[in-house]
């Protein structure tokens, strides 16, 4: 092996020359990059949309629709991380960013059924779509829950946004009407139940310009088809339309005396009273409050009675019975139950009584405790057994008529009303009678009436042979009888009228009779003077002897 090296030669490198060729792919490049970046900036934001079910929801096909215009398309449905619902991940067009706020709504539009009639029944043919409301909120927002029930204002239109909060137990729901004096002026939009304050929250849309009609003294309650209600007058029925029976709604209103009132803001919070009496009620919130201890049994007083001076209403009955602030039924020894009631000077309007505060009020009132003001439960409705509490003036004395403090509340005398008196005077003549021997009197006077009995058994009897009699066959003869011989009665008085034959053979014979009796006359006269004469003869008269002469 030769130990010679062989030297490397070192040559310059050669110049590199660029193909023209080469420029086709690096242009194909370039438009593929803007292309692609063009691709991206215009496929706009991605949203995710939270679903309770997919039901016709597809990706790649269901679109997102704003003023009936595509703004969106569903890329891919999925179920949710929890497994309870359905997550649809939504690309928006790039000119829907300032849209995407968080109070936007998302609903999906398919055929419905419901008080409004039939909607959506575009999408049988062309399948369901997301309705997309954008919102009035500033903050930007990519995760959004869809509606269950498509809102019933629609997007854009002018009017004011209020929010009712309800306690009690009404039902609604969205799309119910607001009405004003029968005429519709918006809807129930939202409904959501806040499970803390266990208060549901009702979303409200005043059209304008009726949202005119809304002020600070507004009420709202539920209007009801039917309306029945019993008071101290009677039984009250009013019906509606038969649209208000079928959709019910909401109504409002203010009181006659506060009609006026400043504007509200947008967003303004209003109770949703359960009816309008309680709306009404619910204004006089000035009150006065005074505890009456009652003999009287409180069955058929209730909470919200009215209390009255001579048929005009002054207060409410607020608490029956009333335990507490130191009253209770070991409070008086005759259990006595307490009533707590409320006077509402905003009733008397127009009076003294009206500006009066509540010291003035208790200073003013006490002074009529001696002239005999009292407190009595009186009947409102002898139908239902409704009560109330009546203020009257009354000369009864009681041995409960005080007055004065129990702790906070000042007490207001009371006494027993009529009705009790009258149970009293009942149960005393009931002991006064039991007291009786009635036992004697009883026996007596069954006595008498098994004698009556036996009377009037007799009398039938006798009645009953009467009417065999009058009922025979001799009975109905004898009119026939008796009219026949009246006949021939009126027939032999007829032939002894004047100028007829027999009347006058009866007149001569009557007038030989008189001559006959005429000359028979001398002979009776002789005979009664001399009854020898018929044997006899009569005795000659004496023969006159001559005077002489003087």
Not at 462 to 473: D, F, K, P, V
């Amino acid at each position: 092996m030769s130990d010679t090296l062989t030297k490397a030669k070192i040559r310059s490198p050669r110049r590199m020359n660029l193909s023209p060729v080469w420029l086709v792919p690096l242009v194909a490049a370039l438009i593929g990059a803007w292309l692609l970046y063009r691709n991206i900036a215009s496929q706009g934001p991605e949203i995710v949309l939270r679903l309770d079910n997919a039901e016709g929801v597809e990706a790649g096909k269901t679109v997102v629709k704003l003023h009936n215009v595509d703004v969106g398309l569903v890329e891919k449905v999925r179920l949710s991380k929890d497994y309870t619902g359905a997550v649809a991940e939504i690309r928006m067009k790039a000119d829907m960013d300032p849209l995407l706020v968080k109070d936007t709504q998302f609903w999906v539009v398919k055929p419905r059924v419901g008080r409004e009639g039939i909607s959506g029944l575009n999408t049988i043919l062309s399948g369901a779509y997301i309705q997309m409301r954008p919102g009035n909120d500033q903050s930007s927002a990519r995760h959004f829950k869809a509606l269950d029930q498509p809102p019933t204002i629609r997007t854009g239109a002018a009017g004011l946004s209020l929010e009712l909060i309800s306690t009690g137990d009404i039902s609604l729901t969205i799309g119910d009407p607001i009405v004003y004096q029968g005429q519709e002026v918006g809807r129930i939009d939202s409904a959501e139940f806040n499970a803390q304050t266990l208060e549901m929250h009702y979303g409200v849309l005043i059209r304008a310009p009726f949202d005119k009609l809304i002020t600070q003294n507004t009420q709202f309650w539920p209007r009801f088809g039917i309306a029945f209600e019993i008071t101290s007058e009677g039984v009250r029925v009013q019906t509606g339309t038969l649209e208000a029976m079928l959709a019910g709604g909401v109504t409002f209103g203010a009181p006659p005396k506060l009609k006026g009132g400043k504007k509200v803001q947008q967003g303004a919070k209003f109770r949703l009273y359960p009816s309008r009496q309680i709306a009404q009620q619910d204004r006089y919130d000035h009150q006065y409050k005074y505890v009456i201890l009652f003999d009287d049994s409180v069955r058929g007083l209730y909470p919200g009675a009215t209390v009255e001076f001579r048929g005009v209403r002054v207060g409410t009955v607020l608490n029956v019975p009333f335990f507490g602030g130191g009253f209770g039924m070991e409070y008086s020894k005759t259990f006595r139950i307490p009533v707590l009631i409320a006077f509402e000077p905003q009733r008397l309007t127009g009076t003294t009584w009206a500006q009066l505060d509540q010291k003035a009020w208790q200073q003013q009132l006490s002074r009529l405790f001696p002239r005999g003001l009292r407190a009595t439960i009186k009947t409102a409705n002898l139908f239902t057994g409704a009560m109330f509490v009546d203020l009257a003036f009354t000369d009864q004395k009681s041995a409960h008529d005080e007055a004065g403090f129990q702790g906070q509340y000042p007490l207001l005398p009371s006494h027993s009303s009529g009705l009790a008196n009258i149970e009293e005077k009942a149960t005393r003549l009931l002991g006064k009678l039991d007291a009786l021997e009635l036992a004697p009197v009883l026996t007596k006077l069954q006595r008498a009436l098994e004698s009556t009995s036996e009377v009037m058994n007799k009398s039938q009897i006798t009645m009953a042979r009467l009417n065999s009699i009058l009922g025979g066959e001799a009975m109905r003869e004898l009119p026939a009888e008796f009219n026949a011989t009246l006949d021939e009665l009126r027939k032999t008085l007829h032939s002894y009228q004047q100028g007829a034959p027999v009347y006058d053979k009866l007149n001569r014979s009557l007038g030989r009779l008189n001559q006959v009796l005429d000359d028979l006359a001398p002979f009776v006269e002789t005979l009664h003077d001399a009854p020898s004469a018929l044997f006899f003869g009569g005795n000659a008269p004496e023969d006159p002897i001559p005077q002489a002469a003087k």
